[in-house]
């Protein structure tokens, strides 16, 4: 299971069951699956099933009772409780540091460019970790942490930008709305009215592929013709495209929660849990962004 943002691609999905997070039954150990054209593949799809004779390959029968010898009882398997804790020990650290650039970072007019600055820094540093942890096989949670605290110093600097030059409150509101998608998706989720399946990872794919193709064309735009490029972040156009931004957030959540649901189910180890928390991290600032942009942009237009 590795989790991701709109930026990266996404694994979990089998050929035969559309999105199967492990591409095999739950519960590891199960009954095996057969695996069509490939001779060498695996009895199960599970990576993580183990085979009760792995540890002893000379285990015998019980003689007496004629019953094969039962698996070891499954250990360091992630839970719930282990995506929670790591996600919210993900989100205190982006919390802190934000909070710590909103105050030690003034945005004055004496102030500003550096401030900036250093914001713009943390992004990249930040970009630079995520896709590092992105390709990594397995999670590093000093990496992922370090993340979080680099991606907070650009939130509490942009959030304060905004905030105090342009909408004030902006960033509460920004906080309030991330806040209401995530438990608006949660419970769509878990009342099964989001289908999480093959087609639906397609379209948002496609959907996140082309808005942020979209993005940097018309950022390209900007920077060499000046103004706002094509107009994608400013008006009409921008309101428009900041909705379609939350609304390709929520879906991102809704493959967030599909992973974790597959990776509980299919017994993924505990240290998954770190890329479950890293994914939702990604998909919250996502949200958390395009809510602080459209606050902005509407503010701007007023």
């Keep these: 299971m590795r989790s991701r943002n709109p930026v990266f691609s996404r694994r979990g999905f089998s050929r035969d069951n559309g999105y199967a997070g492990f591409n095999t039954a739950p519960q590891a150990g199960g009954p095996a699956v057969a695996t069509q054209g490939n001779p060498y593949a695996q009895p199960t799809g599970n990576p993580y099933a183990q085979n009760p004779y792995a540890q002893n390959p000379y285990a015998q029968q019980d003689v007496q009772h004629g019953a094969p010898p039962q698996a070891p009882a499954t250990t360091g398997r992630m839970t719930i409780d282990d995506v929670v804790l790591r996600t919210a020990s993900t989100l205190g650290v982006l919390i802190l540091t934000a909070a710590l650039s909103w105050a030690l970072l003034p945005v004055d007019d004496a102030n500003i460019s550096r401030s900036y600055g250093i914001g713009i820094g943390a992004a990249l540093i930040g970009m630079v970790l995520a896709f590092v942890q992105s390709f990594k096989r397995k999670a590093s949670p000093a990496l992922i942490l370090t993340y979080a605290a680099f991606e907070g110093v650009f939130l509490g600097v942009v959030s304060n930008i905004v905030d105090s030059r342009i909408a004030d409150g902006a960033a509460m509101q920004a906080?309030?709305?991330?806040?209401?998608?995530?438990?608006?998706?949660?419970?769509?989720?878990?009342?099964?009215?989001?289908?999480?399946?093959?087609?639906?990872?397609?379209?948002?794919?496609?959907?996140?592929?082309?808005?942020?193709?979209?993005?940097?064309?018309?950022?390209?735009?900007?920077?060499?013709?000046?103004?706002d490029g094509l107009g994608f972040r400013s008006g009409a156009m921008g309101v428009i495209f900041g909705i379609v931004g939350i609304i390709l957030g929520a879906c991102f959540l809704a493959l967030d929660f599909k992973q974790v649901e597959d990776g509980v189910a299919y017994g993924a180890p505990r240290e998954e849990a770190w890329l479950a928390a890293f994914g939702l991290t990604l998909t919250l600032v996502w949200i958390y962004l395009e809510f602080l942009r459209l606050i902005s942009i509407l503010n701007s237009n007023d």
Excluded at 186 to 208: D, S, T
């Design 175 to 227: 906080v309030i709305g991330t806040m209401a998608v995530f438990a608006g998706v949660l419970i769509a989720y878990k009342a099964g009215w989001i289908r999480v399946n093959r087609r639906f990872y397609g379209f948002v794919m496609a959907a996140a592929l082309g808005f942020i193709m979209l993005m940097m064309v018309n950022l390209l735009f900007a920077v060499f013709g000046g103004g």
